[in-house]
């Protein structure tokens, strides 16, 4: 299980072996590129795009290795915390199973300990950090942020051919998933998740390939890196 100590150590291996590389080129200076942070909507293949980035990039990808920082930092069980990830779940449902657990931990310790979790990972830089409003916790100067859309009828047709389940379904649980993460930007982080300002780049799968969003989001990185950080 990963930890917070873990994700910054890997981080800090491919640093030292970046500054290695560049003991041959001594006009060079290293440097830490900053990160990237992609929101995505259920069913518009936001994972992909993330996974590739991190592929052409070089870059930490981090999903579900958040999860289990948090878990490790805060010492609580993985079901508790999935209670919180990118979910507003009520306050008796959370209690009630802090009490079976012997453990009551509350919204506000997540929230804690995953802008702790960004905030070191954000300090040595090139991860492509995936949802849990990074963007919102980096903020526009310090990151670059992605977010990765569909048309409900694209993302219905995604869903029910992944999970092998009806439009109808499908298209319910899209449904059900915006509200919750609507809420759980809202109640977090007091914004609302298609406040188009929050993000450097947004960006529609119904006509493009995951390759395609790809170029196009290392293009956007690539200006705005030079034209905050001069690099």
């Known amino acids: 299980m990963a930890s917070i100590e873990a994700i910054i150590e890997r981080q800090l291996k491919r640093w030292e072996l970046q500054q290695q590389m560049l003991k041959e080129k001594p006009k060079e200076k290293p440097r830490l590129r900053p990160i990237i942070t992609v929101s995505r909507g259920y069913g518009a293949h936001g994972e992909e795009v993330a996974r590739k980035l991190s592929e052409l990039t070089g870059f930490q990808l981090l999903d579900r290795e958040i999860l289990?920082?948090?878990?490790?930092?805060?010492?609580?069980?993985?079901?508790?915390?999935?209670?919180?990830?990118?979910?507003?779940?009520?306050?008796?449902?959370?209690?009630?199973?802090?009490?079976?657990?012997?453990?009551?931990?509350?919204?506000?310790d997540y929230l804690k300990s995953l802008t702790k979790t960004i905030g070191s990972i954000l300090k040595y830089g090139e991860a492509v950090i995936v949802g849990r409003g990074a963007n919102v916790i980096v903020g526009q100067d310090k990151g670059f942020h992605l977010r990765v859309t569909a048309s409900m009828k694209r993302r219905a047709n995604t869903i029910a051919e992944r999970l092998g389940i009806s439009y109808e379904k499908a298209f319910k649980q899209i449904e059900e998933s915006d509200k919750r993460k609507a809420a759980y930007f809202k109640k977090s982080f007091g914004v609302d998740i298609n406040d188009l300002t929050l993000y450097d780049l947004v960006i529609s799968t119904d006509s493009l390939s995951v390759d395609d969003v790809v170029e196009l989001a290392l293009l956007a990185y690539g200006k705005k890196e030079r034209a905050l950080w001069g690099k």
Request: proline share 0%; charged share 30%; no cysteine.
């Open 68 to 108: 289990d920082a948090i878990i490790n930092d805060i010492g609580i069980q993985n079901k508790m915390v999935e209670l919180f990830d990118e979910d507003t779940r009520s306050e008796l449902e959370s209690w009630f199973y802090g009490m079976i657990t012997g453990r009551i931990v509350d919204k506000s």
